[in-house]
């Protein structure tokens, strides 16, 4: 089974930028489509961003297409998001996982707050 530990949230102003990671322990997860995910207060938890395995297709939600860049290092079992020109609205906590069931167990995930 895969364990997913994120890191790299943050509080943040309007306009700025924080680059989110996800190490994965264990095997598969060079072999999967993996996602962020992001839970806002109150709200259901929502795909934002996924990455295929080779030719690693990308698909953004339209809420952050053009600011968020998914990307992977399969050598390292690692992923990554970079997020620039971050928006109050993106205030949430990320999270990683597979893009498509069944889910790894959901890691911890990490708090992005974007305020001024």
């Known amino acids: 089974q895969v364990q997913l530990v994120e890191s790299g949230g943050g509080l943040v102003q309007p306009g700025g930028s924080l680059g989110l990671s996800c190490a994965a322990s264990g095997s598969g997860f060079s072999s999967n489509v993996m996602g962020w995910y992001r839970q806002a207060a109150g709200k259901e938890r929502e795909l934002v961003a996924s990455?295929?395995?080779?030719?690693?297709?990308?698909i953004y939600a339209d809420s952050v297409k053009g600011r968020f860049a998914i990307s992977r290092d399969d050598a390292k079992n690692t992923l990554f998001l970079q997020m620039n020109n971050l928006k109050p609205e993106d205030t949430a906590v990320y999270y990683c996982?597979?893009?498509?069931?069944?889910?790894?167990?959901w890691g911890q995930g990490t708090q992005v707050t974007v305020s001024s």
């Open positions: 990455i295929a395995t080779r030719p690693w297709t990308r």
């Open positions: 996982n597979r893009a498509l069931v069944p889910y790894y167990t």
